[in-house]
């Protein structure tokens, strides 16, 4: 992933400093909705009158809501932060290899009003698309940020380079364009980036220190969180892990190299076991096939067999390389993982002193959405930074 940021202007640190205790709080009622001003004042090491002061900022700036917190025992009554539900939003964005989905979320995270449609391989009518659907979402709202998952890698100059859709360098930057004359912060990212934060925020991976995030769709991604944040690499591009060279030598990726082990662990990996021509569409063709598996048909059974033990293998030398508290799958890898073929495999390929006690590896809790929930969180966490609330907010 790569956070790319376009803004119109840069705030002062002066005031980026005047943001950050704001910042701070609304950090601890996105982690905790409904925290009293007492228990806001003892976390953050605040005194009564810097709370009373930093809400107050906060309350005018539309962020938060607060209400009477239930009476305990004597003493002076509190209240409970939440956010505002006529809040700033932020547009959160996912474009997958066969279509779209575009929502809405505030500082809850919690994306609504998604819209979404089927798309065509032109890079250009495709974002034309999307600075329609987001000018659509957004009517309405006050929008302090946008961002976009996309299905490739993204480095840091913010370009979208997907080989799977033969794109080469797609700016998808324009897709703020139509929420009003003042540049809206964009965060683009890779899917599987954004997917992988949304579970390790409030998915399978919730409260591990560290966590290996993995989907196959068509190829496989994945991030590395650490806290709940992705490790994003030196260029902002980490997290390839589709391109590790633990396939054919002899087989060509579309990205250029050879040997990826994306392409053998897809829908283009079950064709080729079936001796079937390559698929269109390969994460319909492994839908398909995953479900005849289930029914027990037995070339479908054997073919996805097959594909989670290479998928296991690999699995298993990232835990050896990473040494994660747990492993997220998602996407088709949660149906390759039901196969009994997918455990023994990774038991195998595991060091002798870790299958003892292995690393867990768990389904993705949250679905087709992660990406967006994705895509939304990070957005929040520029919005709510100090340098994102000095730049909306002002003085």
Same mark, same amino acid.
């Given at each position: 992933m790569s956070a790319s940021t376009e803004t119109g202007r840069e705030p002062s640190r002066a005031r980026v400093d005047r943001w950050r205790t704001k910042a701070e709080v609304l950090a601890e009622v996105r982690r905790s909705p409904g925290l009293t001003r007492v228990e806001l004042a003892r976390r953050l090491s605040l005194s009564s009158a810097s709370v009373t002061e930093t809400v107050g900022r906060l309350r005018e700036a539309g962020w938060i809501t607060e209400c009477r917190a239930p009476v305990q025992g004597r003493g002076r009554p509190t209240t409970c932060l939440d956010a505002c539900p006529d809040g700033p939003r932020v547009v959160a964005v996912d474009v997958r290899h066969e279509d779209w989905r575009v929502?809405?979320?505030g500082l809850d995270g919690e994306v609504t009003d998604v819209v979404g449609a089927r798309h065509g391989r032109?890079?250009? &009518? /495709?974002a034309d698309t999307?600075? =329609?659907?987001?000018?659509?979402?957004?009517r309405g709202h006050?929008?302090? &940020? /946008?961002?976009?998952?996309?299905? =490739?890698?993204v480095s840091d100059d913010g370009l979208v380079r997907a080989t799977e859709l033969a794109w080469d360098a797609v700016d998808l930057g324009s897709v703020t364009a139509a929420l009003g004359p003042d540049p809206v912060p964009l965060q683009v990212g890779n899917d599987a980036t954004f997917a992988g934060v949304a579970e390790a925020r409030t998915g399978a991976a919730a409260g591990a220190g560290t966590a290996l995030y993995l989907t196959v769709e068509v190829?496989?991604?994945?991030?590395l969180l650490l806290d709940g944040r992705p490790h994003l690499g030196a260029h902002g591009a980490a997290g390839e892990y589709g391109h590790l060279p633990f396939g054919d030598p002899a087989r060509p990726c579309p990205c250029g190299a050879t040997g990826c082990w994306g392409p053998e662990v897809?829908?283009?990996?079950?064709?080729r076991r079936l001796g079937a021509p390559a698929p269109e569409d390969p994460r319909s063709y492994a839908e398909a096939v995953l479900a005849r598996a289930a029914d027990g048909e037995e070339d479908a059974v054997l073919a996805v067999g097959a594909v989670a033990a290479r998928l296991a293998r690999g699995v298993a030398g990232l835990v050896h390389v990473h040494d994660p508290d747990v492993v997220v799958l998602g996407g088709l890898a949660r149906g390759l993982r039901a196969s009994p073929a997918f455990d023994d495999a990774y038991e195998r390929a595991l060091m002798a002193f870790r299958r003892a006690d292995p690393v867990p590896?768990?389904?993705a809790v949250h679905g087709d959405d992660g990406a967006l929930r994705g895509a939304a969180a990070l957005a929040l966490d520029h919005a709510t930074s100090p340098e994102g609330l000095a730049e909306i907010c002002g003085d």
């Amino acid at each position: 992933m790569s956070a790319s940021t376009e803004t119109g202007r840069e705030p002062s640190r002066a005031r980026v400093d005047r943001w950050r205790t704001k910042a701070e709080v609304l950090a601890e009622v996105r982690r905790s909705p409904g925290l009293t001003r007492v228990e806001l004042a003892r976390r953050l090491s605040l005194s009564s009158a810097s709370v009373t002061e930093t809400v107050g900022r906060l309350r005018e700036a539309g962020w938060i809501t607060e209400c009477r917190a239930p009476v305990q025992g004597r003493g002076r009554p509190t209240t409970c932060l939440d956010a505002c539900p006529d809040g700033p939003r932020v547009v959160a964005v996912d474009v997958r290899h066969e279509d779209w989905r575009v929502g809405l979320a505030g500082l809850d995270g919690e994306v609504t009003d998604v819209v979404g449609a089927r798309h065509g391989r032109d890079a250009s &009518a /495709v974002a034309d698309t999307l600075r =329609a659907a987001v000018a659509e979402v957004a009517r309405g709202h006050r929008v302090v &940020a /946008v961002g976009l998952a996309a299905p =490739a890698p993204v480095s840091d100059d913010g370009l979208v380079r997907a080989t799977e859709l033969a794109w080469d360098a797609v700016d998808l930057g324009s897709v703020t364009a139509a929420l009003g004359p003042d540049p809206v912060p964009l965060q683009v990212g890779n899917d599987a980036t954004f997917a992988g934060v949304a579970e390790a925020r409030t998915g399978a991976a919730a409260g591990a220190g560290t966590a290996l995030y993995l989907t196959v769709e068509v190829g496989l991604g994945g991030a590395l969180l650490l806290d709940g944040r992705p490790h994003l690499g030196a260029h902002g591009a980490a997290g390839e892990y589709g391109h590790l060279p633990f396939g054919d030598p002899a087989r060509p990726c579309p990205c250029g190299a050879t040997g990826c082990w994306g392409p053998e662990v897809d829908g283009r990996a079950l064709a080729r076991r079936l001796g079937a021509p390559a698929p269109e569409d390969p994460r319909s063709y492994a839908e398909a096939v995953l479900a005849r598996a289930a029914d027990g048909e037995e070339d479908a059974v054997l073919a996805v067999g097959a594909v989670a033990a290479r998928l296991a293998r690999g699995v298993a030398g990232l835990v050896h390389v990473h040494d994660p508290d747990v492993v997220v799958l998602g996407g088709l890898a949660r149906g390759l993982r039901a196969s009994p073929a997918f455990d023994d495999a990774y038991e195998r390929a595991l060091m002798a002193f870790r299958r003892a006690d292995p690393v867990p590896v768990l389904d993705a809790v949250h679905g087709d959405d992660g990406a967006l929930r994705g895509a939304a969180a990070l957005a929040l966490d520029h919005a709510t930074s100090p340098e994102g609330l000095a730049e909306i907010c002002g003085d």
